[in-house]
């Protein structure tokens, strides 16, 4: 076990941790990835936002919640949802999305497969879908 050490700049928390053991973690991992992109829109924010999306959704398929109903129902909804499938495979890397930001004016643009889409609107559907079934428990 190796621990490094840093001078941290002031103001910062003196310790920051985050504990991976459950998809509701990754929830939490998958919110904070959420405000991230809002604060500053960009590709790799927005591609870690989908991948933790994509990978919460398989931390719940091999959770004992798996069997629930709720748990269940949220699955079959995911799975069927055409920008997780789009998501899922952005991800793999078998298709590709573009994202650019226009700093002049403040716009983004979120082209998958070079079908547009507002990256908001993609985030917040999938937020939505998660947050039904974990905002419950």
Same mark, same amino acid.
């Given at each position: 076990y190796l621990r490094f050490l840093r001078k941290k700049p002031r103001g910062h928390k003196m310790k920051e941790e985050h504990n991976f053991s459950t998809p509701r973690n990754l929830y939490e991992k998958l919110l904070r990835e959420s405000e991230r992109f809002d604060n500053e829109p960009s590709?790799?924010? *927005? *591609?870690?936002?989908?991948?933790?999306?994509?990978?919460?959704?398989?931390?719940?398929?091999?959770?004992?919640?798996?069997?629930h109903e709720g748990a269940k129902r949220m699955l079959d909804k995911i799975s069927k949802n055409e920008l997780m499938k789009q998501c899922a495979e952005c991800v793999s890397g078998s298709s590709?999305?573009?994202?650019?930001?226009?700093?002049?004016?403040?716009?983004? #643009?979120?082209?998958?497969?070079? #079908?547009?889409k507002d990256p908001y609107l993609v985030k917040n559907e999938i937020l939505d879908m998660f947050r039904n079934y974990f905002e419950i428990k």
């Open positions: 590709g790799d924010n *927005f *591609f870690n936002f989908i991948v933790t999306a994509v990978h919460l959704k398989e931390w719940v398929k091999k959770a004992p919640i798996s069997t590709s999305y573009v994202f650019s930001v226009d700093k002049a004016n403040g716009t983004v #643009e979120l082209l998958i497969n070079g #079908e547009p």
